[in-house]
């Protein structure tokens, strides 16, 4: 199982970014994926997820209502849409995926087994 994504830059606060996170080695029917990210000298916050199938969602509450995930099955891609970008939303973001654990307010504690490497979103004037 290996995660890739992509898709990060720089864009002016209120603006909007997708990040990509294509896989490969399995499939999104049994796996889910969560976001992540990390922003500079802070720890790792997950802030979303979606289920296997793409069912359902789960955001934190630092982006729901802004952000949403999505899948396309057959391209074994999942979709972090970013609108009403923040300075605060500037961080390195991370897709992550483990086949044990479901999608939900507990998947972020997990130590999951799969992770892309990450892209750098940076939201400034």
């Known amino acids: 199982v290996q995660l890739q994504a992509s898709g990060g830059g720089l864009v002016q606060p209120g603006g909007s970014l997708r990040l990509s996170c294509v896989g490969s080695?399995?499939?999104?029917?049994?796996?889910?994926i969560g976001w992540f990210r990390q922003a500079p000298g802070m720890g790792r916050e997950g802030i979303g997820c979606?289920?296997?199938?793409?069912?359902?969602?789960y955001y934190t509450d630092s982006v729901k209502g802004r952000f949403t995930i999505s899948i396309d099955n057959a391209n074994k891609t999942a979709y972090l849409q970013m609108n009403d970008l923040k300075p605060e939303d500037t961080a390195v973001y991370y897709c992550?995926?483990?086949?044990?654990?479901?999608?939900?307010?507990?998947?972020?504690?997990?130590?999951?087994?799969?992770w892309g490497q990450g892209t750098q979103v940076t939201v400034s004037s």
């Open positions: 080695g399995f499939t999104l029917d049994y796996y889910p």
């Open positions: 979606i289920s296997r199938g793409g069912g359902s969602t």
């Open positions: 992550a995926s483990d086949v044990r654990y479901s999608c939900g307010r507990f998947f972020f504690r997990y130590q999951l087994d799969h």
